[in-house]
């Protein structure tokens, strides 16, 4: 089956500028996640959506992103006026349920949108 | 959180197998142990998990140490298709939806 999609692949944009990254997860699964992969460093986690709920919004870097899932599904990741530190590969996961034992926390991960600010 | 430490890297030969170590010596009895992997270009991707016995999947095996505070990815025979970032990362099994906590993993090069 299809797996996790984002879109734009690629982003570039210009300092002060607002976009919107798009994450289609797994069809059926319940939990979604997105994380930031900055050049050469770790994967940082953000945020996560139980359903269309963000229980935990002390992941995101500046009030400047927000985050939303409707239909829990599509989710839509907005940072307003991006910086130049904001450059960096924003990934999108997905997993089947939450609380589920043995297969729980198995992450499905799209290829991410690379954003650059210049 | 407990916390993993991996090698930064690692080099092996093509159709050999690798060992790729993992040290967790504060783990929890209730952390489950997940390993990732990342290609070049890509997202992670899932590779295996266990509690306490050792796993085997069509992708790799991992071999838990008996008191958990160590674990080792094996791959038995590698390609160069294998080669990638590999991170050892701990869950906690009691429920919710944490996001996964990456370090900075094994850099695996795979010579020809």
């Known amino acids: 089956g299809a797996g996790v999609s984002q879109s734009p692949s690629n982003k570039v944009t210009e300092k002060g500028k607002d976009v919107e990254l798009r994450c289609d997860p797994i069809s059926g699964h319940t939990a979604l996640y997105w994380y930031r992969q900055s050049l050469g460093q770790g994967l940082e986690f953000l945020i996560y959506?139980?359903?269309?709920?963000?229980?935990?919004k002390s992941g995101l870097p500046s009030d400047r992103f927000s985050a939303e899932r409707t239909g829990g599904s599509v989710s839509t990741l907005t940072i307003q006026r991006t910086q130049q530190e904001d450059s960096a590969v924003y990934l999108c996961?997905?997993?089947?349920?939450?609380?589920?034992?043995?297969?729980?926390?198995?992450?499905?991960f799209g290829a991410g949108t690379r954003l650059s600010v210049l | 959180d407990a916390k993993t430490t991996q090698p930064n890297s690692m080099e092996s030969n093509e159709e050999e197998p690798v060992h790729l170590p993992c040290n967790h010596s504060?783990?929890?009895?209730?952390?489950?142990i997940h390993w990732y992997r990342q290609l070049p270009s890509q997202g992670p991707e899932y590779v295996i998990h266990?509690?306490?016995s050792n796993v085997n999947n069509r992708m790799a095996s991992l071999a838990i140490a008996e008191d958990r505070k160590s674990s080792t990815l094996i791959l038995h025979r590698a390609t160069l298709r294998d080669a990638a970032v590999y991170y050892c990362i701990l869950t906690y099994s009691g429920g919710g939806a944490d996001g996964l906590t990456f370090g900075k993993g094994t850099h695996l090069i795979i010579q020809p």
């Open positions: 996961a997905s997993s089947p349920r939450i609380g589920a034992s043995g297969a729980k926390n198995i992450q499905y």
């Open positions: 504060t783990i929890s009895g209730t952390d489950y």
């Open positions: 959506f139980q359903g269309n709920s963000a229980p935990d």
């Open positions: 266990g509690l306490t």
